[in-house]
Each structure stands twice: as C-alpha cells, then as structure tokens.
C-alpha cells in the first residue's frame, strides 16, 4: 500500500542510549518532516527536508539529528536519548510546490525514554 | 511566531446533533490551513485544505470555512455519528516548505 512507513512502532530506551528511527515513502514525495506530539502541546517540528541530500531544523531541533541520503526516506536519530524526549514521532511527506496537498502521515512511533 | 489555537479542547455531543469547532491563529499571512483526524494511537489523515483565497470547502459532512482578516477558521460537522469520535487537529501553512503548525486539537466524543 502507497504512504508513510515508520519503523519502529514501539521502543523503549535508557536514559543515554541512542537510536534511529526510520521513515519511508513511495509516493515519490520531494518534502518530509519530523514531528513530536506531546500531551497538550499539540505536534511540533523537529527536522524537515526539501528533497535528497538536503535536511533543516524546525521548531524543537536540539537533542536530534537526521539524514535524507535517499529521496524515499528520511532517519531520525537520536544521539544520546533523555527523558524529555519521550514522546510520539510522526513523519510526514508532501509533494513538493503542491501547496501542502496529499499531506501523509505515518502511523507513528511511542518512545519512552527511561 | 504563528500560534494556532483551538477551542474547545474537548466535546461531547448526542448522536445526530451538528456541531462546531473552531481554530484561531496569530499570524494571517497563510498560505493555506487544514483539518486532520487523528484516531487514538494513529497518524493523522487529512480531512479538507482551504487555500488563503477561499473561504469554505466541503466533503460529505464536513464544512470548514476560513476568514484569514481575523485568523478564523471553523470545522462543522452535520449530523454526527459514534463514527466521528477522534481528535480534530487544524494546521497553518505558512508556505516555506509547507511546513505546518499545529493547534492542540478538539477531542470530539459522540454519545449513542
């Protein structure tokens, strides 16, 4: 089925560990995107990337990196993981230049950080 | 620094009745907003995009209008159903990237 795949859907770390979460599309979309949805703060930025090779910082950057190497996915990883970072993660794709049409979401990945 | 709001952050309605929620954001230069549905424990999916130069789109049982002048946007629903129960989250789209801002959501219950 076309859209957003996340991997993993569940993971917990300890404080300090790192890891990498992977995101992958075949919609052939140009633009993907980051996000954290925490309770009550409603979902945030973290990276986004304008297309392969290319990545940039969002609203809540500090603690992440990421990496676009090829056009169909996009990793988020997390060097060295804190409580604080416990949280949904969603990752999204778009067209680019579409105005924002045919936004797709993956179905998330539930990180606790111990 | 756009800021999106939506209110109520919770309903809970009988079977049937028609119902609104509303967004509001800070900043009116958008280049377009969307409604998304989130069920527990799922992404999102996109429910209707409004570009800045419209004022309302429809599908099926949904309306949503926008008046950027006052950073106003509206989602009705006609007719609600069980089926309707999940989370509303309206988004701004400020055109760099089409990165999007979030509001943090109405949690919409229809009671049989």
């Known amino acids: 089925n076309a859209g957003v795949t996340q991997t993993p859907k569940f993971r917990v770390l300890k404080t300090g560990q790192s890891m990498t979460l992977l995101c992958a599309q075949d919609m052939n979309h140009e633009y993907m995107y980051w996000y954290r949805q925490d309770p009550g703060m409603g979902l945030r930025l973290i990276h986004y990337?304008?297309?392969?090779?290319?990545?940039a910082k969002g609203e809540v950057p500090d603690g992440y990196n990421v990496s676009r190497l090829k056009k169909q996915n996009f990793l988020l990883g997390l060097e060295s993981a804190a409580p604080s970072q416990t949280s949904v993660y969603f990752c999204?794709?778009?067209?680019?230049?579409?105005?924002?049409?045919?936004?797709?979401f993956g179905s998330g990945t539930r990180l606790t950080v111990v | 620094k756009q800021e999106v709001t939506q209110i109520p952050a919770a309903l809970s309605v009988p079977e049937g009745e028609n119902l609104v929620l509303n967004c509001s954001f800070t900043d009116s230069a958008i280049y377009n907003l969307q409604w998304f549905r989130q069920d527990p424990g799922k992404g999102l999916t996109s429910l209707l995009l409004i570009q800045s130069s419209q004022r309302e789109q429809t599908s099926g049982r949904l309306n949503a209008s926008l008046d950027k002048s006052s950073g106003r946007s509206t989602l009705y629903i006609a007719a609600s159903q069980p089926g309707d129960s999940a989370t509303y989250l309206c988004a701004v789209n400020t055109g760099t990237a089409s990165k999007l801002t979030f509001g943090t959501g109405t949690r919409l219950q229809v009671t049989l």
């Open positions: 990337s304008v297309g392969e090779g290319t990545t």
């Open positions: 999204a794709s778009v067209s680019g230049g579409g105005g924002g049409y045919g936004y797709t």
